[in-house]
């Protein structure tokens, strides 16, 4: 198999109230993976509401900007840049964007597949691959 970037502009953005994502790693763009990769912006003051992934653990990596995170019963806990955060499968958690600039994370899910269950969402949107929605892009 030949290795092939998984660019920006070859996937959808998908669009929320509080920020935006890009899988760039799923079982439709890389055909037999086991993971799920995406770039996640949370926008300045925005934060998703507390939720699970049933069948998948997460690892959050924070790119940039500063946020809190929670996992489980426990307070929430501040993150930077260079951080990484597990949240394991069936857990509840949520992030929030404490800066004044996008908090810009990486995500993993372990089994692929918890991604689709966000096109549920009151406020998902969905923009096509290679069109540049928003002020920040990728």
Same mark, same amino acid.
């Given at each position: ?32 993976? +086991?993971? !799920? #990769? $995406? *770039?996640?912006?949370?926008? @300045?003051?925005?934060?998703? %509401?507390?939720?699970?992934? &049933? ?12 946020? +809190?995170? !929670? #996992? $489980? *019963?426990?307070?929430?806990? @501040?993150?930077?840049?260079? %951080?990484?955060?597990?949240? &394991? ?32 969402? &009151? ?16």
């Amino acid at each position: 198999m030949e290795p092939t970037p998984h660019r920006p502009d070859s996937v959808p953005t998908w669009l929320f109230d509080w920020g935006r994502i890009k899988w760039r790693i799923t079982p439709g763009t890389a055909p037999g993976t +086991e993971l !799920t #990769v $995406g *770039d996640v912006d949370v926008h @300045p003051g925005k934060g998703h %509401d507390r939720h699970r992934h &049933p069948e998948s653990d997460e690892v959050i990596y924070v790119l940039s900007g500063t946020g +809190e995170q !929670t #996992v $489980g *019963d426990g307070p929430a806990f @501040p993150v930077a840049a260079g %951080d990484a955060v597990h949240v &394991p499968r069936g857990v509840l958690h949520s992030t929030f964007n404490t800066g004044w600039s996008t908090l810009r994370l990486v995500v993993v899910y372990s089994p692929a597949g918890a991604e689709e269950a966000l096109r549920a969402a &009151p406020d998902f949107r969905e923009a096509p691959a290679g069109e540049h929605p928003g002020a920040v892009n990728r």
